[in-house]
């Protein structure tokens, strides 16, 4: 089992930044992907940023189009934790935020983005953005 706990979540206007952290603990595995997927009200699921692990490499990360240039995942392996820099936020990018894992490939993380069939949830931490 793997246990997921994110925090940094929290409100800020138009424009600003957060950081969200998902500490993981629980069993290691040696080729995993993480990534983050958030869902407003009244919408579905959508992936926003995922990254694939193999040994102590990190594979080149996928955004969704709605956050390119605008949001950073990556990890801190050491630490255990994956991040998420989000920068000049949008009120759309309003929503809870899941960070999630599972031991896959990287083909399949590759599709998560769009499957989100990750098979490790963390409880998720709100981000609201005002106008």
């Known amino acids: 089992q793997v246990q997921l706990v994110e925090s940094g979540g929290g409100s800020v206007q138009a424009g600003g930044s957060l950081r969200l952290s998902c500490a993981a603990s629980?069993?290691?595995?040696?080729?995993?992907?993480m990534g983050w997927i958030r869902q407003a009200p009244g919408k579905e699921r959508e992936g926003v940023a995922t990254i694939y692990t193999l040994g102590i490499r990190t594979y080149d990360a996928d955004y969704a189009d709605s956050v390119k240039g605008r949001f950073t995942i990556s990890r801190d392996i050491a630490k255990n934790t994956l991040y998420l820099q989000m920068d000049n936020l949008k009120p759309e990018d309003t929503a809870m935020y899941y960070c999630?894992?599972?031991?896959?490939?990287?083909?399949?993380?590759?599709?998560?983005?769009?499957?989100?069939?990750?098979?490790?949830w963390g409880q998720g931490t709100q981000v609201n953005v005002s106008s």
């Open positions: 999630a894992s599972d031991p896959s490939s990287e083909h399949w993380c590759r599709r998560q983005l769009r499957d989100v069939a990750f098979a490790y």
């Open positions: 629980g069993r290691i595995y040696s080729s995993y992907c």
